[in-house]
């Protein structure tokens, strides 16, 4: 008998523990608490401990809330899980009466289980909606960009996407749409196939136009910007924040905001050089194997 898969194997378990550093009685938030991976280590960390860890959870994903939830029930009321966006991370401290935390985490991008589950349309395989939708209460799809969006806002798109030749990609969508409008993957790929997208020797022709496509619908780049933006002001003087990325479109903001940060002597960069998996752990777990860490710490000066 053959086991279901885990909900998501979480990345770099070890290495966000040793720049995080969890503290006895310290408070931590998860932003992407996903399947509970990552907090199920910090929390059982602490476990011994007199006064352990407490850990606030957030996603955008109901399921994956719920999900969370069963995975963390045995640490009780040590744990509080809400659906919402980190880019309101601030709000919903304050709501629960919480100033700063101790330490953040945030590991971007969506979760294997979204991606398995055909119906949400995370993949390129054939016949999938267009939906790609973390927060399925949310009105915009995939498909409703490809179908809707004027020509220069899916150019404007495609390009700050990395996506090449973005403004024949449009075109041809907004040719295309007039025909038949776009419904499920196999709409799309028959379309890139026809223009020849993208190298073929390293990336599926599809690959970064479903990811703009992704990074549009659920406003990843605005919702990563805003959480950044908050920084240091969530974290108490001396706590730490860890982002895990996975694309340069991730990656490169942490990047940037951790060294105007820097300049600006709020914060102190803990990862000099960027951290990646160790080959053990991308041969057990593919989809590490573009995981990019990154941690700073407030300065205790403020
Ligand atoms: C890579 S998974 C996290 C997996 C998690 N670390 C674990 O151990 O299972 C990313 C999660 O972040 C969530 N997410 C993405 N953008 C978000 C946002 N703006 N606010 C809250 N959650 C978000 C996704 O729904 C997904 O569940």
């Not at 898969?5 to 992407?32: I, S």
């Not at 105007?260 to 160790?278: F, I, K």
């Amino acid at each position: 008998m053959s086991c279901p898969p885990p909900f998501h194997q979480p990345v770099m378990v070890a290495q966000c523990l040793e720049y995080l550093a969890p503290r006895e009685n310290g408070l931590y938030l998860d932003c992407t608490v996903g399947g509970g991976g990552h907090a199920e280590a910090l929390l059982g960390r602490s476990t011994a401990c007199r006064t352990p860890t407490r850990l606030i959870g957030l996603d955008l994903d109901d399921q994956a809330i719920l999900e969370a939830g069963a995975r963390l029930a045995p640490f009780g009321d040590r744990v509080t899980l809400i659906a919402a966006n980190f880019a309101r991370t601030g709000e919903v401290l304050a709501r629960l009466g919480v100033g700063a935390v101790d330490g953040l985490l945030a590991d971007l991008g969506v979760s294997s289980w979204q991606f398995d589950q055909r119906e949400r349309g995370f993949t390129f395989a054939p016949d999938v909606p267009l939906d790609m939708r973390m927060n399925q209460s949310g009105q915009l799809t995939a498909a409703e960009i490809l179908n809707r969006w004027r020509l220069d806002e899916l150019q404007a798109l495609f390009q700050r996407s990395e996506v090449p030749r973005s403004g024949r990609l449009a075109g041809a969508i907004v040719v295309q749409r007039r025909i038949a409008p776009f419904r499920t993957s196999t709409d799309l790929l028959r379309l890139l196939e026809g223009l020849g997208l993208a190298n073929r020797r390293t990336f599926h022709p599809a690959t970064l136009v479903f990811q703009a496509l992704r990074l549009a619908t659920n406003r990843e780049q605005e919702n990563l910007a805003l959480l950044l933006s908050q920084l240091p002001s969530l974290l108490k003087p001396g706590g730490r924040c860890v982002f895990l990325s996975y694309h340069s479109l991730e990656d490169r903001p942490v990047k940037q905001a951790f060294r105007e940060r820097e300049v600006d002597g709020s914060m102190h960069v803990l990862t000099r050089r960027v951290v990646r998996p160790s080959e053990e752990e991308v041969r057990s777990n593919p989809r590490a194997r573009s995981a990019k860490l990154r941690a700073a710490e407030r300065s205790t000066a403020l």
